[in-house]
Every structure is written in structure tokens, then in C-alpha cells.
T-cell receptor
Framework: NAGVTQTPKFRVLKTGQSMTLLCAQDMNHEYMYWYRQDPGMGLRLIHYSVGEGTTAKGEVPDGYNVSRLKKQNFLLGLESAAPSQTSVYFC??????????FGPGTRLTVL | DQQVKQNSPSLSVQEGRISILNCDYTNSMFDYFLWYKKYPAEGPTFLISISSIKDKNEDGRFTVFLNKSAKHLSLHIVPSQPGDSAVYFCAASGRYGGATNKLIFGTGTLLAVQP
């Protein structure tokens, strides 16, 4: 039981490049979330999904898109990366409860 | 507008003593509160939670207290151990905006337990 996994662990992009971050969970959780963590800012919600085929905007959605084609996967896309998107990205999943379970994170640097 | 605030960026305590981490919130719609622990280069891990219908929840060395009238919660760790050294995030959840189970996080407190 791997829990929540994230791919890749590290990535360096140039401004304007695109990429997709993959989150996978094997706990059959309905809800999945993408956060970013920046120094002094805590974790801020980017997008979330309450079930397969559904997505919704969080607190800081601009510049990101998401898709939840399969229940176990939640993809976060950056169409045209900007230096302001340099951050650590965390994915989380949750059953029908308040508790969220987090992946190990992806450290992204945009030059 | 920070709805969940952790005003102490860092805290240092001696091994064996009590660690008290504080959290304040502003939104009266929050009805569930959680504490997460985060080590460097790892994801946050759930530690303990409390519903707004309670004022205390205990799990081993960890106790969370909730004061709804003051919109304040605290995490007590007794006794503190060097392995407790980590960043602790307070988070809140509630029925608002039509969505469920979204968490609002504080900015975190770095706890250092000195041997």
C-alpha cells in the first residue's frame, strides 16, 4: 500500500515550458487536492476534485489546470511556466472525512 | 486575509519539557481542526484533530485544546522528544462555499527540541 505518490520528485523548467505533475493514490479515496507550499505562506489550495471526472478551483488556481480522468489519479498541468510558479507542490487525498493524506511533494524550479 | 494564523514562526524547548503550539482562526464557520507535522523534504503527516463540539482531544503525548469563544486552539506535546522537531501546521475545515473537506492551513511553526 503506497498511499499517495507523486511524480516527478524534482524538476527544473525554463519560463514558458509546460509540464504535468502526476499524483496517484491507492486508497480508493474520493477527494484529491493539489497544494503549493511557499516560504512563510503555508499550504495553499490550487485545485481539488470531489470525484472522478470532477474538478474545482481552490485558492490560487491561475496558471494551472487539472484533470481527474481516473479515480486514482489527479494531474496538475502548467501550460506556460513562470518563475512565480517555483514552489513545492503537494498532492493529497481524502475519503469522506476531514483528514487528508499527503504525498512526498514535487520541488519545481522555473528559471 | 489569513483565516488561520500561527503567530510564532519558531519555538525551541528542552527535551522532556512541554511544547505548546498555538493557532488562531477568524472564520466562525470552521467546525473541524487538524494538526499536521512536516519533516524536511517530506509531505505533511496527520497528527491529531478536534471537532468543534469538543474542547479537548488527547492521543498519547499529544493533546489539542479548542477554545471556540476565543477562536483559538493549541497543541501540547508532553514530554517533548528530539524526534518531535519539525514544522507543525494548524488547519481548519468547515461547511462553506458549497465545498466539503477543504482545509485552510496556517503558516506553520518550526519546533526545535533540544537534547
Amino acid at each position: 500500500n503506497a498511499g499517495v505518490t507523486q511524480t516527478p520528485k524534482f524538476r527544473v523548467l525554463k519560463t514558458g515550458q509546460s509540464m504535468t505533475l502526476l499524483c496517484a493514490q491507492d486508497m480508493n479515496h474520493e477527494y484529491m487536492y493539489w497544494y503549493r507550499q511557499d516560504p512563510g505562506m503555508g499550504l495553499r489550495l490550487i485545485h481539488y476534485s470531489v470525484g472522478e471526472g470532477t474538478t474545482a478551483k481552490g485558492e490560487v488556481p491561475d496558471g494551472y489546470n487539472v484533470s481527474r480522468l481516473k479515480k486514482q489519479n489527479f494531474l496538475l498541468g502548467l501550460e506556460s511556466a513562470a518563475p512565480s510558479q517555483t514552489s513545492v507542490y503537494f498532492c493529497a487525498s481524502s475519503p469522506h472525512s476531514h483528514t487528508q493524506y499527503f504525498g512526498p511533494g514535487t520541488r519545481l524550479t522555473v528559471l | 486575509d489569513q483565516q488561520v494564523k500561527q503567530n510564532s514562526p519558531s519555538l525551541s524547548v528542552q527535551e522532556g519539557r512541554i511544547s505548546i503550539l498555538n493557532c488562531d482562526y477568524t472564520n466562525s464557520m470552521f467546525d473541524y481542526f487538524l494538526w499536521y507535522k512536516k519533516y524536511p523534504a517530506e509531505g505533511p503527516t496527520f497528527l491529531i484533530s478536534i471537532s468543534s463540539i469538543k474542547d479537548k482531544n488527547e492521543d498519547g503525548r499529544f493533546t489539542v485544546f479548542l477554545n471556540k469563544s476565543a477562536k483559538h486552539l493549541s497543541l501540547h506535546i508532553v514530554p517533548s522528544q528530539p524526534g518531535d522537531s519539525a514544522v507543525y501546521f494548524c488547519a481548519a475545515s468547515g461547511r462553506y462555499g458549497g465545498a466539503t473537506n477543504k482545509l485552510i492551513f496556517g503558516t506553520g511553526t518550526l519546533l526545535a527540541v533540544q537534547p
